[in-house]
């Protein structure tokens, strides 16, 4: 069964940062992009970040600078390093790779 395990949320600060992973139990990991989303309370999920088969990466305007998503294929494991990071940035925070999504991690960013 193909599963993405998310890990890495928490509570920070304003202006500290958090690496979230997900973790992929599936054969052909390389073969599809991964993309990172984010759904705050009352709002529709948006999209943060996307990475190609070939490393291609791109953001959100609101994230750009700030975040780094990144893959790494013989791991299986994709990643969303967040930097700087303000309290509008507090959501559920999702991986997505194929059509299967990840279970979600609380990003909270308060003082």
Not at 3 to 17: I, K, M, T, Y
Not at 25 to 51: C, D, H, L, T
Not at 56 to 72: E, L, P, Q
């Amino acid at each position: 069964q193909v599963q993405l395990v998310e890990s890495g949320g928490g509570l920070v600060q304003p202006g500290g940062s958090l690496k979230l992973s997900c973790a992929a139990s599936v054969r052909n990991f390389s073969i599809y992009p991964m993309g990172w989303y984010r759904q705050a309370p009352g709002k529709q999920r948006e999209w943060v970040a996307s990475i190609t088969t070939g490393g291609t990466t791109n953001y959100a305007d609101s994230v750009k600078g700030r975040f780094t998503i990144s893959r790494d294929s013989v791991k299986k494991t994709g990643y969303l390093q967040m930097n700087n990071l303000k309290p509008e940035d507090t959501s559920v925070y999702y991986c997505k790779w194929n059509d299967i999504w990840g279970q979600g991690s609380q990003v909270t960013v308060s003082s």
